[in-house]
């Protein structure tokens, strides 16, 4: 029974940069051997094991087998007989194929090191096929890393693009992997990838520009691709790639808000307050800001001082004293509507 640390960990050791996650592969045991030495069962799928101590995972060594379309169409094998090889050679990429021994030395059956030192992304097996998911992580590390895809392996997901493989994607999946790589430094990298290889135009039909800097958090660089689609546009992405509730509801507030902003530095006092009304800047400050940041990023020339100024105007007009100094409720909306536009001709004049 040896153990070796593999995959990312070792990937990113080479690359000097921190580690904070070890996978680990344990070739030589059974499912029993781990339960005994305390070991604590996890994987559903296929033997994963939490360490007793540590809470670090460590898989049995398997090989996979392609039985079916899409993610799930695998059967697994797990046993002693499984060699360190074998659990490398099912990875996607070599610069993830590799692994280190306890003794500290470094297995790389793959030329991994190789690749990570030329920044290439190579695939390391015509198995690289069976998982289109695969693709979408080609394109997540070439925007970390800025690396490039090895020719081969671009002719191979071209190839798993046309035959109808990425139409089997997993949509959840598919947001895992696109929005970690939007989060990445290099996030153009990642478009590059997915139109060189086509798949941009199955996932991403509705962008046909994209901004030339991507900034900010997740949320904020999916609204700021999603800037000149119309709301319906937004909801078809959205709904394709499972876009989470805070990235959906703050594209969709900036584009409802899109035709304000633009006109913010001739807008009146009035048309100023129905932006802050449509972007739920009153209930939702903090999103509010975030769809302000979105709109200079998009659109430089954009007026949002005004916009920010109008903002700290109406938060200081008091709601409960014209509440109660109004002689009919049915007065105090527009009693507080109107006080608000007279604090923005005089917080935020045109």
């Not at 991403?204 to 800037?227: C, I």
């Not at 709301?231 to 969709?252: G, H, T």
Request: with cysteine; proline share 5%.
């Amino acid at each position: 029974m040896n153990t070796y640390v593999v995959g990312g960990a070792v990937r990113d050791e080479l690359l000097g940069l921190p580690v904070h996650d070890r996978d680990h592969v344990v070739v030589g045991a059974t499912p029993e051997d781990m339960t005994r030495q305390g070991f604590r069962p996890v994987g559903k799928d296929f033997p994963v094991f939490l360490h007793p101590v540590t809470k670090e995972e460590y898989a049995l060594a398997r090989t996979e087998r392609k039985s079916g379309r899409g993610y799930k169409g695998f059967q697994v094998h797990a046993s002693p007989e499984v060699t360190l090889e074998e659990d490398l050679k099912r990875r996607d990429l070599t610069i993830n194929a590799m692994a280190r021994a306890g003794d500290g030395s470094l297995i790389d059956p793959f030329g991994g090191s190789k690749d990570l030192k030329a920044g290439i992304l190579r695939h390391v097996s015509e198995a690289f096929a069976e998982d289109p998911v695969r693709i979408l992580r080609v394109a997540r590390f070439a925007a970390r890393f800025g690396f490039k895809v090895a020719q081969e392996t671009m002719a191979l997901m071209r190839e798993m693009v046309r035959s109808g493989e990425t139409d089997h994607l997993v949509p959840e999946r598919v947001w895992q992997e696109f929005s970690k790589g939007l989060g990445e430094k290099h996030p153009e990298a990642m478009f590059a990838v997915l139109k060189e290889c086509g798949l941009y135009e199955k996932l991403l039909p509705e962008l046909t520009e994209l901004p030339s800097k991507l900034a900010g958090s997740v949320p904020m660089r999916f609204a700021l691709l999603m800037w000149p689609l119309t709301r319906q546009q937004i909801s078809s992405l959205s709904e394709r790639l499972r876009v989470p509730n805070d990235a959906r509801d703050l594209a969709m507030a900036t584009s409802a808000s899109r035709n304000f902003l633009e006109s913010a530095h001739t807008a009146t006092a009035a048309r100023l307050l129905e932006l802050l009304t449509v972007g739920d800047a009153f209930r939702r400050p903090e999103r509010f800001a975030e769809l302000l940041q979105v709109a200079r990023l998009a659109a430089p020339g954009i007026d949002t001082a005004r916009v920010e100024r109008a903002l700290r105007a109406v938060q200081e007009v008091d709601e409960e004293a014209i509440a109660k100094t109004a002689s009919s409720t049915q007065k105090i909306p527009e009693l507080i509507k109107q006080a608000r536009v007279n604090a923005i001709e005089k917080g935020a004049p045109g």
